[in-house]
T-cell receptor
């Protein structure tokens, strides 16, 4: 079985500062990893994904994440945040191997960007 | 193009009533997923469809929950005899084929009073 741990439930940061949202996963098989963002009263929007290949993945809105197999991590980073980045961010994993292909989500990290 | 749509966006119902939640996936997407998002449980997977078939229903919380998909398109999640613990946001997602990234709808917020 897979699991995802998002180490920080809330991350406050000032506008234009860098941010890192941490995500660790557990799995006995190869995984595919995703970051989704949820703005208030909206559904989930895909930020970026790691399926294979380069371990540094770039997504929308200037976000990037690095897959680290040895540390079983997939941390999300942005070098300079904006007020509009205030939202909840979810890390998710799936395997697509003998599974239902459903996503296993972390508990989420609320990013609060202050002026 | 049009994304995943869900209706209603909000539903308030009395305990014991039945409710139906609808999901319209992105056109051409063959896989469809239902999730539930609640404060206590986070995001939970409920069920998925490949075409009209749901191979495994073990993610559904109880036998009060059922889902169907017709014509390889629209899906309906039905909750019978609703309970207060059913209050949550129900999210639907679709993907082009099974195993591709999932695109989510805006959700249906269900409140059971």
């Amino acid at each position: 079985a897979q699991s995802v741990t998002q180490l920080d439930s809330q991350v406050p940061v000032f506008e234009e500062a860098p941010v890192e949202l941490r995500c660790n996963y557990s799995s006995s098989v190869s995984v595919y990893l995703f970051w989704y963002v949820q703005y208030p009263n909206q559904g989930l929007q895909l930020l970026l994904k790691y399926l294979s290949g380069s371990t540094l993945v770039k997504g929308i809105n200037g976000f990037e994440a690095e897959f680290n197999k040895s540390q079983t991590s997939f941390h999300l980073r942005k070098p300079s945040v904006h007020i509009s980045d205030t939202a909840e961010y979810f890390c998710a994993v799936t395997t697509y191997e003998g599974s239902q292909g459903n996503l296993i989500f972390g508990k989420g990290t609320k990013l609060s960007v202050k002026p | 193009g049009a994304g995943v749509s869900q209706s209603p966006s909000n539903k308030v119902t009395e305990k014991g009533k039945d409710v139906e939640l609808r999901c319209d996936p992105i056109s051409g997407h063959t896989a469809l997923y239902w999730y539930r998002q609640s404060l206590g449980q986070g995001l939970e997977f409920l069920i998925y469809f490949q075409g009209n078939s749901a191979p495994d229903k073990s993610g559904l919380p109880s036998d009060r929950f059922s889902a169907e998909r017709t014509g390889g398109s629209v899906s309906t999640l039905t909750i019978q005899r609703t309970q207060q613990e059913d209050s949550a946001v129900y999210l639907c997602a679709s993907s082009l084929i099974f195993g591709y990234e999932q695109y989510f709808g805006p959700g249906t917020r269900l409140t059971v009073t």
